[in-house]
């Protein structure tokens, strides 16, 4: 190494792994930081929370993905401070990574639109943390149902709230159904898990606003076939440990619920405040950072901003979501981007973000799709979905694993990994988690 | 349900579930109580500590195990209080169970020999969270010696003690020495993985003391050629924040070692000094319950106590050692009992050991074995381990992702979940965990 530009990128989501990836033939020192040290496939994080994959199987080591690309060095650590004219990155513990150039590839943290204390009674779901955590309050919920004599309180453990009908919300609804209807069916002898009530609270006025209308409508009726139910236009005001208050329409209504979830809204990770505080770069309401087409900060050629904290806008001017597909094709754009400079060749054109479609799977063998704008749904719409996650999972053996629980669970409907772990005992799991971001 | 007799179980490890599934086709009511709602296979919770396999792949839900055995009702709960004359157990949520039979298989917990303060540092292998807790530990040494500019903080970073030189000291030291060897080899581009120094401690004169000496000496030499070492007939004196003191013969030593991992001793679960206060049983140094050769405490017929926390003798008169076999047969022994009281036919004879035999595993390929006398080492001492293991994991699904985990694993020395989870960030690892025995 020495005297080759430095590539600096920060995160090991999507964005920064592929961009990573993508420089490896280019002659350049790359690091890599990251909090954390594993990729996580964040899609199927829910299956995590719901019990049916154990954390190991969607996540790999950075180091053992990287450890053959000789140019790339992964550190454990976090950035806390970006000085865009030293060009210089200030990590929490004190130390300085310089660089030639600059991926940020954070991504986004869970939001409560200005409710931080929901936190406490409603996780979210972005770490794996989370993920055992709501896995710990699921099952915990049955438990105490059947311990319960009272049967209000044993109606309210029995009482599942999942806010946010986004794919995220949607795929919780369905597995939570899934479970109570089928995976616990036998292993009670006071309560039928099967009378569970799920019920999946939007502010918008339907489920999956990302997906077409009738693939929307389809997958509402899915969930009522499975048992869950959605409630759109509702407004939440209210998050506490018995329950949720929310206005629909005219009225307020009150659910006592022991158990709440958040797949409610997401917003820019820390770092990016401070990006954006640096570089006096704008931002969207979430803190997303305004990006040039070349998904550069403007006034800042050498630092790319890719995933889910750019805000990037298709041609048609709507912004980008912040998907997966997104963030990989970013991560890659930049790296060609950094290469084309490097050996003195054209620049690439503005990122262009090729849109395959959208998914969404609701249950067994039952998801919806659009596919180039082809629609999509029931068992054609799940094995795709099948196919397309199980393609992109990294490491071959975590692809055969998860193929196998899942071959396994479709044909048993049990689940793998439903443990109660990480809160001792018996105590009624709270979930201040660890995230932050 | 109703007029029948109630059994009730405390605890469901291998004690406890073999009893619970013994009494299948006996005319009662059996209550399983647990602090945890999965059966845990102890004896591969160091591959959990080591990252080749994840929590879920070692764990099964009791009810899900126990689903389609109908006279079982399992709970969620921790026994406070036993009262032998009403017959009842208080549970800490102060529930009230009674029964007509009790079987006792709380098991046991790690024990610091009266230096509680070393569990700080020093953290044990009796529950998934602390054995997610030792992989944390793990994998952040070699990121901070990664990272670590100053020599001899990075040798401490890469210095590794186990006190404790039984089984479980044994397979963790074969397991670290083959992480660092071969799964991290190409991980890190600072440090070379391979220095690290593995470092076993006891006070006995020679590792395995429960496995006859020559298969001991192999196991020693096993162990060297991974590159750990054992220390033998040495004491520990103090353990904190900055590595090990202890006595060697005459002189006292200081190994400087970020990472302490304690294989050294446990003693009985708490329920067992409640219940020796209630019963007036005595018990032995480690809080074990001297039973009565059909495995009841003396004076009180009705109560069984069976796994660690029973101090039961051979027919020689040495005790039983606390292995998952022993506890199984007893667990299978006290229903046997109680069926045989129930239809008036005659008791069993007093319990009997059937003892096949010894195990323990160095690494890959690398076991010895003690089996009806025979020794075997080597290659095919691991191949019985591997066979004895996946036969014993219960449910078949485990047992195959088990397998192919393994297998690929042999093939790759890759290690499939190396995620570094539960505490937030980059700190380094404090291990206070939440184990209660």
């Known amino acids: ?41 964040q899609p199927l994080l829910y299956q995590v929370a719901t019990g049916s994959l154990s954390p190991g199987e969607i996540a790999a080591p950075l180091r053992g993905i990287l450890s053959r690309q000789k140019n790339v060095r992964v550190l454990l650590g976090e950035a ?14 004190g130390a300085t990574l310089e660089y030639d150039s600059l991926i940020v590839a954070t991504g986004s943290q869970s939001h409560y ?10 996780t979210s779901l972005k770490s794996v943390e989370e993920a055992t955590a709501i896995r710990h309050k699921i099952l915990y919920a049955f438990e105490a149902a059947e311990r319960e004599p009272d049967p209000t309180l044993r109606a309210a453990w029995l009482t599942f709230v999942i806010v946010g009908a986004g794919a995220t919300g949607v795929e919780l609804a369905g597995a939570l159904a899934e479970i109570a209807r089928r995976t616990l069916r036998n292993d009670f002898r006071s309560i039928r898990p099967e009378e569970a009530r799920i019920l999946l609270l939007d502010g918008a006025s339907r489920v999956l606003p990302a997906l077409p209308a009738d693939l ?14 959605a409630r ?13 208050t929310f206005h629909a329409g005219q009225s307020t209504e009150r659910i006592a619920a022991k158990t709440v979830l958040w797949a409610g809204g997401v917003a820019a990770s820390e770092l990016g405040c401070v990006l954006a505080a640096r570089t006096n770069a704008q931002t969207d309401r979430g803190g997303r950072i305004r990006v040039n087409p070349d998904l550069t900060v403007p006034g800042f050629p050498d630092i790319y901003v890719v995933g889910d904290l750019a805000l990037a806008f298709r041609s048609g001017g709507r912004p980008l979501p912040g998907v997966a597909p997104v963030a990989m ?7 060609q981007s950094i290469a084309a400079r490097l050996d003195g060749s054209a620049q690439p054109r503005p990122f ?23 629609h999509v749904w029931g068992f054609p719409a799940w094995l795709l979905w099948l196919f397309v996650h199980l393609m992109y999972l990294v490491e071959f053996r975590s692809r055969l694993l998860v193929f196998i629980q899942w071959g396994f669970q479709y044909l048993t409907f049990s689940r793998g990994a439903r443990l109660i772990t990480g809160v001792v005992d018996t105590a009624p799991p709270k979930t201040k988690t660890a995230d932050r971001g």
Not at 232 to 244: A, P, Q
Not at 356 to 373: E, H, M, P, Q
């Open 329 to 335: 094709q970013q991560g890659y754009y930049a790296a």
């Open 113 to 122: 639109f200005g409710n931080e204390q929901w936190r406490e009674w409603a």
């Open 216 to 229: 929307a409508a389809k997958a509402e009726r899915s969930l009522i076939r499975l048992g869950a139910r």
């Open 232 to 244: 759109n236009g509702v407004k939440v005001t209210c998050i506490d440990s018995e329950g949720v």
């Open 352 to 374: 262009h973000y090729f849109d395959r479609g959208d998914l969404a799977v609701i249950g067994r063998a039952s998801a919806v799709a659009n596919l180039f704008g082809l």
């Open 1 to 41: 190494m020495g005297e080759k530009q430095r590539v600096l990128i920060l995160g090991g989501g999507f964005g920064g792994l592929h961009a990573a990836r993508a420089l490896k033939r280019v002659p350049v020192d790359v690091t890599l930081l990251d909090r954390r040290n594993f990729y996580l496939f």
């Open 80 to 93: 806390a401070d970006i000085d865009p004219v030293a060009k210089r990155v200030l990590l929490k513990d």
